[in-house]
């Protein structure tokens, strides 16, 4: 009856190894990582907002996964630093299911928007006499707009119906954030049907933009094969490569872990492969687009010889 008290109120992140020293080094490592995270993604989204070179279709999509992967990671990283300096590592059960929430939601957000990112190249590079019209500010703000309505219902429906289960044993979550599968775990009712519509969402959410995308690219390789210089290749593909890491680094860890069957679950193994979508990718999502880009560096260079910067920074 105690067990089922507890589970009833909270739930207990397990997180990482409990050795002291391993905990602070990890504290160090991600508030530097949260720190890195924040200040580069703000800082895209500042050159680009500053820089009238910049607003095209392409960089509007770029504003807007910067600031998804603020939140995104402002979703995770804080209570997860909380807990590596606390004792108190409990979470309370609604505020469980709107992490949950909202990590679905996000994560669902930014496959549909990679796909949107993708459907641009794609117009520039295969039809760039006809960009201007299919990629107008009106298009843009559409695919926006769908994109961050279609993550709204599968996490809705996911939530609420993991939350709505009876748990009366084991509180205690064997991850560092309230993730579907190991809160599933801790059910004490069959889950089977719950872990066919987690399969059937996640292949909905995933694999439907990830073949348009594929499409997109396919498109792309035909179009820039046909090109007469291998100058002119390149520079195309360079143009491409930033999105096509992004890609792999999301869709490869996230697929990896809600795409697989029950019976290969491994929550040791997806609590640290979860770090990669949850943590690492929005780190590398300014470093990949700022190191690769050669107009972004410029708008930077011409912000700080204009005094831009230091003046907003400073």
Not at 9 to 28: A, R
Not at 39 to 68: E, Q
Not at 144 to 159: D, E, H, Q, R, Y
Not at 256 to 278: A, G, N, Q, W
Request: charged fraction near 15%.
């Amino acid at each position: 009856m105690e067990g089922e008290a507890k589970v009833s109120l909270y739930f207990i992140l397990l997180g990482f190894p409990s050795y002291l020293e391993v905990q602070i080094l990890m504290f160090v490592l991600l508030s530097a990582v949260y720190a890195i995270t924040v200040i580069g993604n703000c800082l895209v989204i500042l050159i680009i907002w500053a820089d009238i070179t910049l607003h095209t279709p392409m960089y509007f999509f770029l504003r807007i996964l910067s600031f998804l992967e603020i939140c995104y990671i402002s979703t995770t990283l804080p209570k997860m630093l909380h807990n590596l300096v606390s004792e108190d590592k409990s979470i309370s059960i609604s505020g469980c299911a709107t992490q949950m929430y909202f990590i679905l939601f996000l994560g669902t957000v930014e496959c549909f928007l990679l796909a949107s990112m993708a459907y641009d190249r794609c117009i520039a590079i295969c039809f760039p006499l006809h960009y201007i019209v299919l990629m107008s500010k009106e298009v843009c703000i559409y695919l926006a707009l769908a994109s961050w309505m279609g993550g709204v219902l599968i996490p809705l429906v996911n939530t609420t119906w993991t939350f709505s289960l009876p748990y009366c044993g084991s509180n205690k979550i064997n991850n560092f954030f309230c993730d579907l599968p190991p809160i599933l775990k801790l059910a004490c009712a069959d889950t089977s049907l719950n872990d066919s519509v987690m399969l059937v969402s996640s292949l909905v959410i995933t694999l439907i933009p990830f073949i348009f995308i594929l499409a997109s690219y396919t498109c792309i390789v035909d179009t820039v094969l046909r090109l007469p210089s291998s100058e002119s290749r390149h520079k195309v593909f360079s143009t491409c490569s930033s999105h096509l890491i992004m890609v792999t680094l999301f869709y490869g860890s996230a697929s990896f872990i809600y795409l697989h069957p029950k019976s290969s679950y491994s929550l040791e193994r997806d609590k640290y492969l979860s770090l990669l979508y949850t943590v690492i990718t929005p780190m590398m999502n300014p470093i990949i687009y700022s190191l690769r880009n050669t107009e972004l560096k410029k708008a930077l260079a011409r912000m700080f010889k204009r005094k831009i910067l230091p003046r907003i920074l400073f």
